[in-house]
């Protein structure tokens, strides 16, 4: 299934994220964002649990921001987690 997520706070504009059957991350593609880095979190989610990066992620700040887009991911997966 794939879900759509607007980030807040971020330079990232939108997050799709594609979940297999068991639950686990497919592929993750941000629109905007800093590239590299984003494409370097989205190999690293692939094939984790939600629970798994949800607890990697949540909570990392980026600058003086109070959120990054590892954390609007984490919030992403959480609001996922709850539908499925």
Known sequence: MTYTYKPV??????????INDDKTIGDIKFLG?????????SALAKGKTLDEVIGALKGIQCGFKSTSCPDQ???ALEKINEKI
């Open 9 to 18: 706070g971020v330079c990232s504009q939108q997050i799709t994220i594609d």
């Open 33 to 41: 964002g800093c590239n590299g880095n984003l494409k370097g979190i």
């Open 73 to 75: 991911l984490a919030k």
